[in-house]
C-alpha cells in the first residue's frame, strides 16, 4: 500500500513540473496584441516559455485556466473553450482604456 502511494505522488509531481494539461476545446488569445482566440493544443504549449494556473481575468465571472507567456511582449489567457475565450476578450476590450 505505501508502495502505490509513493508511486502515485512522484506521477503528480512528474506531471506537475511536465506540461500542463488543458481539456480538448481549449482556447486562449494573446492579451498583449490584437489576436483572435484560437483553439490551444499540446503543441502550442510545448512553445511556451511559461505558464502559470489561472490567472486574474478581465472582470468577467470565468476565469482562465492557464496563463502563458511565450516572450516578453505576449501572454496568453487560455479558457475551457471557446465561449468563454470569446467572451473574456470582449470583457477585456469593453474595459480598455
Known amino acids: 500500500m505505501m508502495m502505490a502511494g509513493i508511486a502515485l505522488m512522484g506521477s503528480c509531481m512528474a506531471q506537475a513540473a511536465g506540461t500542463p494539461v488543458l481539456p480538448d476545446g481549449a482556447y486562449g488569445f494573446d492579451w ?3 489576436t483572435p482566440c484560437r483553439k490551444i493544443g499540446k503543441a502550442d504549449l510545448r512553445r511556451f516559455q511559461t505558464c502559470e ?3 486574474s481575468g478581465f ?3 470565468v476565469k482562465p485556466l492557464l496563463t502563458c507567456r511565450h516572450g516578453k511582449d505576449d501572454e496568453w489567457v487560455i479558457y475551457a473553450n471557446k465561449a468563454q475565450c470569446r467572451d473574456e476578450r470582449e470583457t477585456m476590450e469593453a474595459n480598455a482604456p
Open 32 to 34: 498583449y496584441g490584437a
Open 53 to 55: 494556473n489561472g490567472g
Open 59 to 61: 472582470g468577467g465571472p
